[in-house]
């Protein structure tokens, strides 16, 4: 027992350290997507003091000046000093909010490729390593592809012909004029890249944004369609259990127990709507509607033909018999109504039809030559349904009966074809 409780924590560091030495190698040589999303969250655009580092490739023509390999030192020294003071303002400038978008960063390139041009062509050697460095303020200071392509072409063949003016060699300049148009163009494709990541990053909130507003305009409609429909049967059984209490105290009791039942029942569905896993069963709101319509003494006919529907189509078909039953109560003024289903080749139609008052009119803002228009007014549940019965490749139509009254018609496709 005493040799077999000192191996135990050997063995366990030994496992716990082959696990940590594992965990290390696979975390710098393989990325996981939620560590590539941090670093893109977390990554920040160049700025111009990304490129003052590379002012080290002067040391190359100042070690020729102090080293006195250069004819008059000072006007070398002094035309590098300007050199680097003219190359750090460009590239500043070319970042710069005040500066960026207007002609200055233009205009100090220009000064700099002419000093730079000056300067090799009377010194050679070292200082042709300068067109690299104009090439890097061409390549962020450049806003068009065509600017760009232009600039570092005539860079390049700048740097070629002033390298071969001092008989540098074949491929001396060959390498000087491919490293002078390479370098700007490679800062170019690096700027790009960032402001591309900096729009995909904006239009990720965007879309985030935009889900986040769909989703409350969801919410929205599915609580309008939901109290606006109960509290209209809560309203008619409170009306109707109100008439009949003097005269029949049994039967207003029955009222009062269907309005208790609606309650809890909107209840449970308002949590459900909340959680977002609502889905609305057909036959129980054809149901509802029976006893919706009778509480409010609207003789009610229900007609059902065709095969079983998909649980997404019934869904959709509930909400539609809610609406329309609610509209019929409170606004028709109607004494009979009429709901038709009826399925068949790969479609379902849903028509709700009343002998009320029919649509409300509503003025239009643009007057007709003999007088003023009116359009059958449709409500916010109805524009709701519309959408909702629209994004599953369904319609919805109103308007007045061809007998009088009002009517809706939702057609959805079944998703399988049911002729034969």
């Known amino acids: 027992m005493a040799r077999k409780t000192k191996t135990e924590p050997a063995d366990a560091a030994d496992t716990t350290a082959g696990a940590a030495d594992k965990a290390c190698r696979r975390m710098w040589w393989r990325r996981g997507p939620e560590d590539f999303d941090q670093e893109i969250e977390h990554l920040k655009a160049p700025d111009g003091g990304a490129l003052i580092p590379w002012l080290l490739m ?3 023509p100042g070690a020729d000046i102090l080293k006195g390999e250069v004819a008059l030192p000072w006007l070398a020294g002094s035309g590098l000093l300007l050199f680097c003071a003219l190359y750090v303002c460009t590239v500043r400038s070319a ?88 370098s700007g163009f490679v800062v170019s494709l690096i700027i790009t890249l960032f402001q591309a990541v900096a729009q995909l990053k904006a239009t990720r909130q965007e879309l985030a944004r935009n889900a986040v507003a769909e989703e409350r305009l969801r919410f929205s409609r599915d609580l309008h369609d939901l109290l606006g429909h109960t509290l209209s049967v809560v309203v008619v059984k409170a009306e109707a259990a109100r008439r009949l209490a003097p005269r029949d105290m049994d039967a207003a009791l029955t009222q009062v127990g269907d309005i208790e039942a609606v309650g809890r029942q909107a ?55 809610r609406e329309g039953v609610t509209n019929v109560v409170r606004h028709s003024g109607a004494a009979r109504a009429r709901i038709e289903l009826h399925a068949a080749d790969g479609k379902a139609r849903l028509t709700i039809t009343d002998d009320g008052r029919g649509p409300a009119p509503a003025v239009t803002p643009h007057p007709t030559p003999g007088g003023t228009a009116t359009l059958p007014r449709t409500g916010t549940g109805l524009r709701g349904l ?35």
């Not at 029976?290 to 998909?310: C, N, Q, T």
């Not at 994004?391 to 049911?418: I, K, N, Y």
């Open 95 to 182: 970042f710069g909010e005040r500066w960026r978008r207007g002609p200055v960063p233009y205009q100090l390139l220009g000064a700099l490729g002419a000093l730079t041009l000056a300067l090799a062509i009377g010194y050679g050697g070292n200082f042709m390593l300068l067109f690299v460095l104009v090439s890097l303020g061409a390549g962020c200071v450049s806003r068009s592809r065509r600017f760009m392509g232009f600039t570092l072409a005539g860079l390049s063949a700048s740097a070629g012909t002033v390298s071969s003016l001092h008989h540098e060699g074949f491929w001396s300049t060959t390498s000087l004029a491919y490293g002078t148009f390479l």
């Open 58 to 60: 002067v040391l190359g």
């Open 386 to 420: 519309t959408e909702r019965l629209a994004s599953a490749g369904g319609s919805l139509s109103t308007g007045p009966a061809p007998s009088g009254g009002f009517r809706v018609t939702a057609v959805l496709p079944t998703g399988e074809d049911t002729a034969g």
């Open 267 to 321: 209840l449970t569905e308002i949590r459900e709507a909340v959680t977002g896993y609502r889905e609305g069963s057909l036959a129980t709101e054809l149901d509802r509607a029976r006893s919706a319509l009778a509480a409010s003494d609207i003789e009610v006919v229900v007609l059902e033909s065709g095969p079983p529907l998909p649980p997404q189509t019934e869904a959709l078909l509930g909400w539609v018999v």
